[in-house]
Every structure is written in C-alpha cells, then in structure tokens.
C-alpha cells in the first residue's frame, strides 16, 4: 500500500526512457503495481506526458478511459503537476534555444535545407506512428526477415497469457 509521503517523481524520466526504448524495438510493455490504480496509473501519465507531450488533464483522461478504476494519490498527483510545469519549461526553453539558432544564419544552403526538411517530415511521420496505444496489445509491427529466416521459418511461439498454472 502506498503511504501519503511516498514518491514517484525520481522514476518518471528512466520510466520514460525504458518504455520509448522498448517501443522503438517494437515491444510492448505492460505497467503495473498490485492494485493498478494509483502507481501504475501514475506512471503511465507521466509517460504520456514526455513522451506524448500531453498535459495532465489529458493523459488523465486517456488512462482513465482505458482503465476507470485509475486514481493516483494526492502525493503522486502532486508530482504529477509539478511534473508538467517541468516539462512545458523545458519544452519553452527549446523554442527560444530554436529561435537563437535559426535566427542566426542568414544565407542558408538550398541543398542543405531541403536535406534538414526532408529530415523533419521523416520525423514527423514517425512520430505519428508510434503514438501510444494504451489497452490491449496489437501485434508486433512487421519486420523484414533475412532470406535465411524466409528460407527456414521458426516455428510460432505462442505468448501465455492470463494466470499462469502450475504444471501437472
């Protein structure tokens, strides 16, 4: 059980960092505490804010929506707030570090600029397709396989899910 003086806020950042990790490899990742309604429920939030960029309003919202038993603590949604004013700092500062940059160099390069455009539509796209999904897990995005895995298929696996009996 969670006590009043118990922090998360430490965690977010390498929470974060591990889920877009896995993602990135095509992973899914499932968060969870004993009750999965106010740690689990917390973290998820504050994922979907850094990595989302949402605000708390709206990851509260997403993550209750999927799961209506969710309510953080009053000492997780402290940090949680805090969190968010942290984040949309950082995000700020960027802007303006952004403005100083692009400010700074009058003549640009046209090869150079369609390669740095190219490059931010590339992102942006990826972006959009690795939005968060919260819910049940759809499958593994398709990966190219080697000619040695199409040659020679390995047998399917077959993920256990549910509770887990012991053998008979």
Not at 142 to 164: F, H, L, T, V
């Amino acid at each position: 059980q969670d006590s009043d003086a118990a922090s998360l806020k430490d965690y977010f950042d390498d929470v974060a960092k591990f889920i877009d990790g896995a993602r990135a490899k095509g992973h899914g990742v499932l968060v969870h505490c004993q009750m999965g309604v106010s740690r689990s429920s917390t973290m998820v939030i504050s994922y979907l804010m850094k990595s989302e960029g949402m605000d708390l309003q709206e990851a509260y919202t997403l993550v209750k929506t999927k799961r209506s038993v969710v309510k953080p603590k009053k000492n997780f949604l402290r940090e949680l707030i805090q969190y968010g004013k942290e984040l949309k700092e950082q995000k700020e500062k960027g802007k303006k570090e952004d403005k100083k940059d692009s400010g700074s160099s009058s003549k640009v390069d046209t090869k150079e600029g369609d390669k740095s455009r190219k490059r931010g539509q590339e992102d942006s796209n990826v972006k959009t397709q690795k939005r968060a999904r919260i819910g049940p897990a759809g499958p593994p995005p398709p990966q190219d396989k080697s000619k040695d895995e199409k040659e020679n298929p390995k047998p399917a696996r077959r993920a256990k899910i549910g509770p887990m009996r012991p053998p008979s």
